[in-house]
């Protein structure tokens, strides 16, 4: 099974001089294990676009 994840629509940043963070969104049937939540957030600890791409993509390729 391949995981297709489009990086650019889950780098959120809370203010337009603050870090990157990495919104993951928790699957409707494993959401009883993390206290019934939607999603999380990783800080990428990293204000440039393009390293929070690349950065993203490592975490992603990661979890596999």
Same mark, same amino acid.
Do not use: C, W
């Given at each position: 099974?391949?995981?297709?994840?489009?990086? %650019?629509?889950?780098?959120? +940043?809370?203010? =337009?001089? @603050? @870090?990157?963070? /990495? +919104?993951?969104?928790? =699957?409707? &049937? /494993? %959401? #009883?294990? #993390? @206290?019934? +939540?939607? &999603?999380?957030?990783?800080? /990428?600890?990293?204000?440039?676009?393009?390293? @929070?791409?690349?950065?993203?993509?490592?975490?992603?390729?990661?979890?596999?």
């Amino acid at each position: 099974k391949e995981l297709l994840v489009t990086y %650019r629509s889950y780098l959120v +940043r809370k203010t =337009p001089n @603050s @870090s990157y963070l /990495l +919104r993951i969104k928790i =699957p409707q &049937d /494993l %959401r #009883f294990y #993390f @206290s019934g +939540r939607n &999603d999380f957030t990783i800080s /990428l600890k990293n204000g440039i676009h393009s390293q @929070s791409l690349v950065f993203a993509q490592i975490l992603q390729l990661s979890q596999m």
